[in-house]
Every structure is written in C-alpha cells, then in structure tokens.
C-alpha cells in the first residue's frame, strides 16, 4: 500500500516535540499506525472499528502493566 500521500498525525500527549510516539493517518478504508520515531518502517493497518476498540481498551485500562 502506498502511503506517501497520508497525512499522519502524532498525539497530542507526544513528549520531546512527536519523536517519542506512534502516529496515526486516517485512510479511505483503514487506520495506519506508525513509530513516529522510524517513519520509513513498519506500518500496521487496522479495520477503522478495530482501531477504535484498540482505543477503547488502552483508554480503559486494559493493557496497563
């Protein structure tokens, strides 16, 4: 997938000016996901539902240590 054109955003909750966080561009039929700390590397692609469920459940808690 070519994603040269997305706009990618970085959290707001970022520290060190967005070097420290994920970023997230939303596409026509998916969420990309990004280390904003090596943007040419690994993109993961998640179903926009299954993003916001992913949302919900770092919101909640669910994966804190």
């Keep these: 997938m070519n994603l040269s054109s997305a706009s990618w955003r970085t959290s707001s909750y ?3 000016g967005g070097n ?3 970023e ?3 596409l026509t ?3 990309a996901v ?3 700390k090596d ?3 690994p993109v993961h ?3 926009p539902a299954a993003f916001r469920d992913l949302l919900a459940r770092i919101k ?3 994966y804190s240590g």
């Design 14 to 16: 970022s520290s060190g």
């Design 20 to 22: 420290q966080c994920v």
């Design 24 to 26: 997230v561009a939303a």
């Design 29 to 31: 039929a998916a969420v």
């Design 34 to 36: 990004r280390d904003s």
């Design 39 to 41: 943007p040419e590397g």
């Design 45 to 47: 692609l998640f179903h």
């Design 60 to 62: 909640r808690g669910d």
